[in-house]
DNA sequence: AGCACGCCGACT
DNA sequence: GTCGGCGTGCTC
């Protein structure tokens, strides 16, 4: 940081590989000429500011470059940082997936490293003793030190790309707008605010006139009044650090530690608080070690019960912890970055954000609910965190090797079964399954079913059974949940006399219909439109709602149940649920993100009204999601078991069957894997989507054809390479996307497969080499 | 991502 | 004759 003495380096230095926030791959630079770090091996992992368009833009050092120096690359203006910034396991990983993915370095450190692209220093520049900036315009430094922000960047680029510019760069602390007192004044000034004056004076610097006022215990105006007369000025006072979230009191009682030791293992089953205090005593030893345990969340409210569960051990460690999410704001990021650079917070919980933690000594890293496609990022890299995180892991340190993994969570993924590891036993079960493909005569399933029952007479959408367990639960004060499968008030709207539904104009789906705003609503791209009086094909003026949403389900409940309070909790609306939470009796309707609230107190009755939606999606991981989430839905309770009534068109799914057998959450997935094996999905095969998307249909196929051509001509096998096929959704957006899959052996195999993608096609080809959701 | 360059349609 | 659409290519 500090001013490089204007003397040249005689021997050629080998360029620095650095990433800029940016889709695009990392760029070669220049070591600082005269820096200690220049000759030296790339600071990995350390920022650096380096000349970008004329500016100068932040940038990651991920190693030294590769390729012979190239005569015209310009030099890193400054390192900004004097130690990692971000982990060198970290940037590993993103390299590595990076190379595999063929997704843009830049891409992948815009979106997970979430702090530190502002450079907070002070940058002054001078010209070059002996030398004349005069050729670049009359504003240009001079021989003494000035702020560069007083000239134009381009110009000063210019300059510094000459070699005429020198420059000194100082840590610039956060700074707020504070007041100071001034001997001299302009206009003379009342009692009061003589008053307020003098009090500034025997404070000093406040950080801000409300403060000021009340520390003079006058009104703010004659502070104000102060300042306007010429008393006092604001100034720029170092920022206290920003307040972080409180660590919880709570610990979990002492147990053994008897998790395994292996690098890679697992912990799943039971319900969350069980996995915590089982996860406890091993985090608690390490960070008495002195080494620092990261906990990756795949979701706020995740990240919130890990951090009620688990933050208190820090304190019982003697060290810190640090919660690290979107959810900070920029000064509390720097903050958090700072407290783990330092080694001074052993303990990190957060998100994908927090992957990047430049902890001196990482011990162990947890990754949370490892299926969860919460862990599959939605911005542009589409990464997906469990499988960056095992990269994290194997690249690890390079004093300690590898870092030890945990992985954590409610059932395990079906890739998680070749580690080792544990599973708790299920807690108590009460499970009843409302069949609606059946006939009255099929065998009880469970205590209250309904064996007179006629066909087409269990009611719908909530079945007899259920409606019976819901008036229990209001005469007696209790709470339920309802899980409807989607919001808005159905899934469709269609033409009772021609069957004709309502599309989108842009997405070729269906049009949700939304009962509360009169509306059908599209739920891939957003579009609304108003309920046509007729039907468009027929000219029938009648409609029928199909597949029951949340917005009906409070109707059913309403009408049902005259008087119990009723409350829709989904992506559209949110009621006030704090009577729920306070134990008043009620019905909580929503959608599967209810998950994410606490279970509320007096809950004695979990209804899911069709399951089957969770089935009829065309993704090999349909079951593994369903069996979650029933897991989840009686699991959540932090206390009891409420009972659970599933409506089902699928009554011996083994997803759902499993739990009635009282097996334990390994026992579906291991299900799965076995049927998995024949099909040629993971964790079998390495599953990789290929989408070749252009406005024109014909254009998109043809080039959808051509990369499949490519692929076979490079040697692809038989059942390596599926499609091209048109995506589900024939049109998303106004774009038509063509899909591919690949299903390869290895990683390496996929590497040589994708290699001969590595040129243009006449339409955008996206490859995602960790698919969730699709066919 | 931005931003420039470049090549074809509707307009002051 | 230009203005402007967005396809293609580059940034060290």
Redesign the pocket.
């Known amino acids: 940081m500090s001013a490089p003495p204007p003397s040249r380096h005689p021997l050629p230095a080998q360029p620095w590989l650095v990433a800029l926030p940016?889709?695009?791959p990392a760029?070669?630079?220049l070591p600082p000429h005269g820096s200690p770090l220049g000759p030296g091996p790339a600071p990995v992992g350390f920022r650096v500011l380096?000349?970008?368009?004329g500016e100068l833009s932040v940038g990651v050092v991920v190693g030294a470059s590769e390729g012979k120096p190239n005569g015209r690359?310009?030099e890193v203006v400054t390192v900004l940082d004097e130690r990692p910034f971000a982990h060198p396991a970290f940037v590993a990983a993103l390299c590595g997936l990076s190379r595999l993915a063929r997704t843009p370095l830049g891409l992948l450190f815009s979106d997970l490293l979430g702090v530190g692209w502002e450079a907070r220093v002070g940058h002054e520049v001078r010209v070059v003793p002996g030398a004349d900036l005069g050729m670049f315009g009359p504003k240009m430094p001079g021989q003494d030190w000035a702020q560069a922000a007083q000239f134009a960047a381009p110009l000063l680029d210019a300059a510094r790309e000459q070699g005429l510019l020198d420059e000194r760069f100082t840590p610039a602390p956060r700074t707020v707008t504070g007041y100071r007192a001034l001997k001299e004044g302009g206009a003379s000034l009342t009692l009061r605010q003589t008053h307020a004056w003098d009090t500034l004076g025997n404070t000093g610097p406040l950080g801000s006139q409300l403060d000021w006022a009340r520390e003079a215990g006058v009104s703010p105006s004659v502070v104000a009044q102060v300042l306007a007369r010429g008393w006092a000025q604001s100034v720029q006072l170092p920022a206290a650090p920003p307040e972080l979230p409180l660590p919880s009191d709570w610990t979990p009682k002492p147990l053994p530690d008897t998790l395994p030791q292996e690098a890679v293992w697992r912990l799943h089953g039971g319900r969350e608080r069980d996995r915590y205090a089982r996860l406890a005593p091993r985090t608690l030893r390490l960070l008495e070690l002195g080494r620092g345990v990261l906990v990756l969340a795949p979701d706020g409210a995740t990240l919130r019960r890990a951090w009620e569960e688990l933050s208190g051990l820090a304190k019982v460690a003697g060290t810190r912890a640090v919660c690290f999410s979107g959810g900070l704001n920029p000064a509390q990021r720097e903050h958090a970055w700072d407290l783990i650079g330092s080694g001074e917070a052993g303990l990190i919980l957060g998100s994908a954000l927090a992957l990047a933690a430049p902890h001196p000594d990482l011990g162990l890293i947890v990754l949370l609910e490892e299926a969860s496609d919460a862990h599959k990022l939605l911005s542009?890299s589409r990464a997906f965190v469990p499988e960056l995180v095992q990269r994290v892991a194997a690249a690890g340190d390079p004093a300690t090797g590898q870092i030890p993994l945990a992985i954590v969570g409610c059932v395990p993924a079906a890739e998680s079964l070749i580690y080792p590891g544990e599973v708790l036993p299920p807690p108590p079960l009460r499970l009843h399954v409302v069949d609606y493909s059946a006939p009255p005569e099929q065998p009880e399933l469970g205590p209250l079913s309904s064996p007179h029952l006629k066909p087409g007479d269990l009611g719908y959408p909530l079945s007899h059974d259920l409606a019976r367990v819901l008036r229990q639960v209001q005469e007696r004060g209790r709470q339920a949940v309802l899980l409807a499968p989607r919001r808005g008030y159905s899934a469709l709207l269609r033409c009772p006399t021609c069957q004709h539904t309502p599309g989108c104009p842009n997405c070729d789906v269906a049009l949700r219909f939304h009962q509360e705003r009169r509306a059908l609503h599209c739920h891939q791209c957003g579009y609304e439109t108003v309920i046509p009086d007729r039907c468009d094909e027929c000219g029938d003026p009648m409609w029928q709602a199909r597949g029951p949403g949340t917005e009906w389900i409070v109707q059913e409940v309403k009408k049902l149940l005259p008087g119990m309070p009723v409350y829709r909790h989904d992506g559209d609306h949110q009621d006030d649920l704090s009577a729920l939470a306070a134990g008043k009796s009620g019905v909580l309707v929503g959608t599967q993100g209810v998950l994410s609230l606490d279970a509320p107190p007096n809950l004695a009755l979990i209804g899911l009204t069709l399951a089957d939606t969770w089935l009829n999606i065309s993704d090999f991981r349909a079951g593994e999601r369903y069996h979650r989430l029933l897991r989840q839905l009686v699991a959540w309770h932090p206390g009891r078991s409420p009972l659970t009534v599933v409506q089902t068109f699928q009554p011996g799914h083994p997803a759902l069957t499993c739990l009635l057998g009282g097996q334990d959450a390994g026992f579906y997935p291991a299900i799965e894997v076995r049927a998995r094996e024949g099909l040629g999905y993971p964790p079998h095969r390495l599953l990789t989507y290929i989408e070749v998307a252009a406005?024109d249909r014909v254009r998109a196929a043809q080039a959808a054809q051509e990369v499949a051509d490519t692929l076979h001509g490079a040697g692809a096998a038989e059942g390596e390479v599926l499609g091209p096929a048109p995506s589900p959704l024939a049109r998303v957006r106004g774009v038509y996307p063509y899909q591919l899959l690949l299903r390869t052996r290895s990683e390496d195999r996929l590497n040589e497969l994708l290699g001969s993608l590595d040129r243009?096609f006449a339409a955008r080809v996206r490859v995602d080499v960790s698919p969730r959701g699709m066919g």
Do not use: E, H, K, S
């Not at 380096?50 to 368009?53: D, L, N």
């Open positions: 940016l889709p695009i760029l070669d630079f380096v000349p970008w368009r690359l310009r542009g406005r243009r």
